[in-house]
């Protein structure tokens, strides 16, 4: 894990279920709850997405203040079942529909994220600061005070 709030499997899981369900055992339906050895994705693929979407929630948020590691683990988690899902896409429509849902879903949070982050006192790169033009003063300026 290379962040605090980094979320584990279990917390990506949760947002696509269908995605641990055992797929050597026919006729499984049954979801397990996290990644395994016998799930599409395994433990293994299922974290190396989890870790690109807490680099992509790390370098874009900033610095996380440490009161707000749960709620960056909880979107980096969403942002990981999105990749997982489109990684390892369903025939199902109704699954589509879903995927279409969390990335709405993911949209609003993350707006509200960066928010919370800047309101916490955090350094947000993408957070514009006002900047100041003018041109420069002429030298005879003090002659017209």
């Known amino acids: 894990m290379a962040y605090a709030w980094e979320p584990t499997p279990q917390q990506v899981a949760i947002w696509v279920p269908w995605l641990t369900v055992d797929t050597t055992t026919p006729g499984s339906q049954t979801p397990s709850g996290t990644f395994t050895a016998t799930t599409e994705p395994n433990t293994t693929h299922a974290q190396e ?30 942002r ?7 990684a390892y896409p369903r025939d199902d429509q ?15 949070d993350w707006k509200a994220f960066l928010i919370a982050v800047d309101d916490a006192g955090g350094d947000n790169p ?14 005879w300026g003090d002659w017209l005070l």
């Open 126 to 139: 993408a957070t514009a600061s006002p900047v100041m033009y003018a041109p420069e003063p002429v030298p």
């Open 80 to 86: 990981a079942a999105i990749a997982l899902a489109l």
């Open 49 to 78: 997405h989890i870790s690109q979407a807490a680099l992509f929630v790390g370098a874009f948020a900033g610095t996380i203040p440490a009161a707000l590691n749960p709620l960056a683990a909880a979107i980096t988690a969403l």
């Open 94 to 108: 109704e699954i589509r529909d879903y995927i279409a849902g969390l990335q709405a879903q993911y949209a609003l």
